[in-house]
């Protein structure tokens, strides 16, 4: 499958990026930095709640990007790979600046998601090709693939738990359909928590992509991820 139709207008995966990195942090800072302060400060509490709205729009464009990514890349194997081992690497980080603790079982971080929703993806990607002649089939695997990976996802505690692999399936099915898969994914958000209706905002800016890769950033979110966790746990401790 080939991606919608690109333009040299509009707004570049590269930015796209950045712009869900920035609103992660924004997000984060709010939960790690200003959520511990509020039982001292109760004032903080409009702070609070600002920055973790401004952070919602940042898991619906990281899922855009992860299936836009799955259809251009060249090696999906490696494409899991490099989640699996980035999901391992930021899980200490993870608990340290959210629970101040280095191991917390009872959530894994986002990694550990998209990683899931990938594999379920890719899953079914396999049975849409080896049962081509069999909707019905088709659809019956289809079906018990996603409730896999929606089961393996709550019972690991991922953050966005289910919720993260039914959107990255959504955006799959109608990956040609790309505002309304967003719009579809969004109504999901909500779904789990009031909290996310400013992840709407994700929207417009996903519907202005312009197909196009942009600056090459591949690793940037990556690293970043649990380097700002761990530099939000270490200024927490200060």
Known sequence: MTTINTNTKGISGS??????IIAMLIDHIGACIILPMLSTNPALDTLYYALRLCGRIAFPIFCFLLVEGFFHTKNVQKYCFRLAIFALISEIPFDLAIYNTAFYWDSQNVFFT??????????????????????????????VILIIGMFLAWGLKTDYNLYGV???AVLYEY????????????????????????????????ALYNGKRGLSLKYVFYIFYPLHLFILYIVNLM
């Open 166 to 168: 039914i959107i990255i």
């Open 15 to 20: 930015t796209l990026k950045l712009i869900a």
């Open 175 to 206: 990956y040609h359909r790309r505002t309304l898969s967003v719009i579809i994914s969004c109504f999901m958000l909500c779904m789990m928590s009031t909290l996310e209706l400013t992840a709407f905002i994700a929207v417009p800016l996903i």
């Open 114 to 143: 998209l990683l899931i929703g990938l594999l379920t993806i890719w899953a079914m990607q396999y049975v849409d090709k080896f049962f081509v002649k069999n909707i019905v089939l088709q659809a019956i695997f289809r079906g």
